[in-house]
């Protein structure tokens, strides 16, 4: 069974920085494109942004664009997600999955595995 596990959340102020990672399970982390996901109370959950397997390439949402930073570390079996410029409006749980790909998608049922999800409360 494929375990995700993140961490890195936390409260901070409007324009401040966050890094959130994501340690998985098992040995075919390198194998899959990873993503992040947030959900505000009341919200659908929305993609954030993903990375391909070998972190060559990676998709952004076009609010995060420019402010945050998705990376992976292979050797860690850890996924990264730099957030710079935090809104208000951003404050969410903040899940990171593991796609059934190996190549960068962005819907949520294109990834079976999920972690617990990491708060992210951002005040004005």
């Known amino acids: 069974q494929v375990q995700l596990v993140e961490s890195g959340g936390g409260l901070v102020q409007a324009w401040g920085s966050l890094r959130l990672s994501c340690t998985t399970s098992g040995r075919t982390f390198s194998s899959y494109a990873m993503g992040w996901f947030r959900q505000a109370p009341g919200k659908e959950r929305e993609f954030v942004a993903a990375?391909?397997?070998?972190?060559?390439?990676?998709r952004y949402s076009d609010s995060v664009k420019g402010r945050f930073t998705i990376s992976r570390d292979n050797a860690k079996n850890t996924v990264y997600l730099q957030l710079n410029r935090l809104k208000p409006e951003e404050t969410a749980v903040y899940y990171c999955?593991?796609?059934?790909?190996?190549?960068?998608?962005?819907?949520?049922?294109?990834?079976?595995?999920w972690g617990q999800g990491t708060q992210v409360t951002v005040s004005s």
């Open positions: 990375i391909g397997w070998n972190g060559g390439s990676t």
């Open positions: 999955a593991r796609s059934t790909s190996p190549i960068v998608v962005v819907t949520t049922n294109s990834y079976r595995y």
